[in-house]
């Protein structure tokens, strides 16, 4: 049995797994295109897969390998059309929701005395993919506290430092009063707190100032167990080593030819001071 997997990210944590099955894998990465996933997974069909694991980026992929009669996995993010397994995280606005949630906790223990509209939050989302948009919704709904007086900024690319840490400057230029930064993914939260440790940030009260993310790394992690670090905390969608054992899950009844499991959902888990 052939199995071809896209998530290069996992690759170490699955492979041995997969080789004890007896299946043979072959990793490929689409970096982001469209046109290279389908091209990819039409080479895979050409090739006889016995089963896809896909991120998939495009729906149109999946339903292709599907259409052949070969299993397809789709991993962390939800495809338009039927596939034989699915494992989600979370879903991208309920993780924004709940960086808003840790946000809220975080405002009442440093700003209990504060009136309606006092804490001035930055959301600092993105729209280059329609997950990063659902993740940015939900981390608006930060909105809904009274307290806070809430400015939405965007930056070109989530996942690049310098971008992000441009948008964080233009914003706090055109108000250097923000008590919040909330960032959409990790990589813009490092480029938030690079700023605000900065002199240029002009923050004068840091132990009264936070910033927020989605995404865990072992950087983030660091930050927030560091007191003296505005970074105060994230949402972990789990481990890649919790993903792999989720991932196998649906993996294994497939290649041993048993009915597939349907559907694998995750959890959330914020990581802050408390829990770090």
């Not at 896809?52 to 052949?68: L, N, T, W, Y």
């Not at 008590?179 to 990589?187: A, E, N, R």
Request: proline share 4%; hydrophobic share 40%; with cysteine.
């Amino acid at each position: 049995m052939a199995l071809f997997l896209q998530m290069l990210a996992l690759s170490e944590q699955i492979r041995a797994s997969v080789e004890e099955a007896g299946a043979q894998i072959q990793m490929d990465a689409a970096d982001g295109d469209v046109t290279t996933q389908i091209e990819q997974i039409e080479n895979y069909i050409t090739m006889g897969a016995d089963l896809i694991v896909v991120f998939p980026i495009s729906g149109d992929a999946c339903r292709q390998a599907m259409e052949q009669g070969i299993p397809v996995v789709a991993f962390a993010v939800e495809v338009p059309c039927e596939v034989t397994s699915t494992v989600v995280n979370i879903n991208d606005r309920e993780m924004g929701r709940a960086c808003a949630d840790m946000v809220n906790a975080w405002l009442e223990k440093t700003f209990p005395e504060a009136e309606d509209g006092e804490v001035h939050v930055l959301v600092l989302g993105s729209s280059m993919t329609p997950q990063i948009v659902e993740r940015t919704e939900g981390m608006k709904t930060i909105a809904e506290n009274p307290k806070v007086t809430m400015k939405y900024f965007e930056t070109e690319n989530q996942d690049s430092v310098d971008a992000c840490r441009k948008s964080v400057e233009n914003a706090f230029m055109e108000y250097p009063g923000y008590d919040v930064v909330m960032c959409v993914t990790g990589t813009s939260a490092i480029a938030a707190e690079a700023f605000v440790s900065s002199q240029q940030s002009g923050i004068l009260n840091p132990e009264r100032f936070g910033i927020f993310s989605i995404d865990e790394t072992e950087e983030i992690t660091r930050k927030i167990e560091d007191l003296d670090c505005t970074l105060r905390g994230t949402i972990s969608m789990g481990s890649i080593e919790d993903s792999a054992k989720e991932l196998m899950q649906v993996i294994a009844p497939i290649l041993k030819w048993e009915e597939p499991v349907k559907r694998i959902d995750g959890t959330v888990t914020p990581i802050t001071e408390e829990t770090s």
